[in-house]
């Protein structure tokens, strides 16, 4: 199974869009599925599903990045430089691929042929189908070139 299967096999169960995410990725975070369902659970639909705040897709992607790239010392700035610069760079892809990063700016937006063929494919009326799938794509592509996972 692929990790974007992965992520639509949890979709399919209620999981929300950030769970979906850093779950497929549990291999390489070390996170159990509870804890990795329990950091990511308020992070759904744009935080507490308020669609105010950033995609859940992206959230969760960026927990990832956090736990692959760490920065857990306070006085290790090298390392803050480097999570910061990784979540950001994720960031600029994601809003390239999708337009936007906010939950309601990409639900109010116009859906792009492909990601509502890739919704459609994957058996739901949601396009967030698609941008969970596709986040976990473009996450995979990103942690390669970083050297993260082979």
Not at 72 to 88: F, H, I, N, P
Request: charged letters at 25%; glycine letters at 10%; aromatic letters at 8%.
């Amino acid at each position: 199974m692929t990790r974007w299967e992965m992520a639509e096999a949890y979709r399919q169960q209620s999981f929300n869009c950030a769970q979906c995410v850093l779950l497929s990725f549990g291999d390489l975070t070390g996170l159990t599925e509870e804890t990795a369902k329990a950091i990511a659970g308020g992070l759904g639909g744009g935080f507490g599903g308020c669609k105010e705040e950033a995609c859940g897709a992206l959230s969760g992607a960026v927990l990832v990045l956090g736990l692959l790239v760490p920065h857990t010392q306070a006085d290790d700035l090298d390392a803050k430089r480097q999570v910061y610069e990784a979540a950001a760079e994720f960031r600029r892809r994601f809003a390239e691929r999708f337009g936007c990063t906010r939950c309601g700016g990409l639900l109010a937006l116009v859906p792009k042929p492909e990601d509502r063929q890739l919704a459609e494919r994957l058996g739901s009326r949601r396009i967030c189908a698609a941008f969970i799938a596709e986040t976990v794509v473009l996450l995979e592509a990103y942690l390669k070139e970083l050297r993260l996972m082979d």
